[in-house]
């Protein structure tokens, strides 16, 4: 599912497309790697939430009516559903069928998040930690060649745990910037930097806008000072800077005017854009600083 960006909701998503682009993201990316660092994703977002107040769950998030605890029940939804396609595919067929169906008649925040929102904030904690314990469990039966069935064709076996690996981390940032804290910048924002840059044909496609025949090379430093680097040496355009505000910015959570990433035209014309999730196309956040 997408991760519904600051800007705006994603609807029911088009994953065709996007699916084979996090496919290829994920290439060379271990199974066990990414399932280790989804796991410690998880368990980070659960340090910013474990201890919080019940006023505090109920904090609007940079999400257009969603509070802290929507930006949990969004997780606990779709890692639920994430755990019944690996370990059920015939239980998740006929959940992604109600879906489109409830979704349809009542909304998909009501079809996903109306009974979650009816619990309990120490509730509704258990229930994410169980979902995402579930998801991690099923995880581990699968192999590097394995498909899992989602919401359009199938993913491979590690892009579908890096794909729950970016929705938590995006997720994570809409709760971390509610509650006013810090989110801690990890290497395991590689997974999602390679995707971002993986997805610039995606982010104009799904826009139905025409891709720019020129490429687009991108130079990251890594929280830990390493440089992260994807695309031709010899493209017109590079866009450059911190991994985790071009993080921020591919998964919609922040314009790139409120970050110090540096780019021409060309890279900048991608980056308003930019959109490493599937769905509707969706815009991000206006500028803060504008």
């Not at 005017?257 to 890279?267: I, K, R």
Request: net charge negative; with cysteine; aromatic share 8%.
């Amino acid at each position: 599912m997408a991760a519904k960006p600051s800007g705006g909701h994603s609807d029911i998503p088009a994953h065709c497309a996007v699916n084979d682009v996090v496919q290829h993201a994920a290439n060379g990316t271990t199974l066990d790697g990414v399932r280790r660092d989804l796991a410690d994703e998880q368990q980070a977002l659960d340090d910013t939430v474990a201890n919080i107040t019940d006023e505090q769950f109920q904090l609007p998030t940079p999400s257009p009516g969603w509070s802290v605890a929507d930006q949990v029940g969004h997780l606990t939804y779709f890692d639920g559903a994430s755990a019944s396609a690996i370990s059920d595919p015939e239980r998740f067929a006929n959940q992604a069928r109600q879906l489109y169906e409830g979704a349809a008649a009542r909304g998909i925040d009501e079809y996903t998040l109306g009974a979650f929102r009816s619990l309990s904030s120490s509730e509704q904690l258990a229930s994410w930690r169980h979902n995402r314990t579930i998801l991690l469990e099923a995880s581990r039966s699968l192999h590097a060649g394995d498909r899992v069935a989602w919401f359009g064709p199938s993913m491979g076996a590690v892009s579908f745990v890096t794909a729950r690996l970016m929705e938590t981390w995006a997720h994570g940032v809409d709760v971390a910037d509610a509650l006013g804290v810090s989110q801690s910048s990890t290497d395991r924002l590689q997974h999602i930097a390679r995707l971002g840059f993986m997805t610039r044909k995606w982010s104009y496609a799904v826009r139905g806008e025409d891709v720019p025949d020129s490429e687009v090379r991108v130079e990251l430093t890594s929280p830990t000072g390493e440089q992260w680097t994807w695309g031709d040496e010899g493209a017109i355009d590079t866009v450059r800077g911190s991994a985790h505000e071009f993080c921020l910015v591919v998964t919609q959570r922040r314009h790139i005017d409120d970050t110090s990433l540096e780019t021409g035209d060309l890279g900048r014309h991608w980056l308003l854009r930019a959109q490493a999730f599937a769905g509707a196309a969706s815009n991000g956040p206006q500028a803060r600083s504008s």
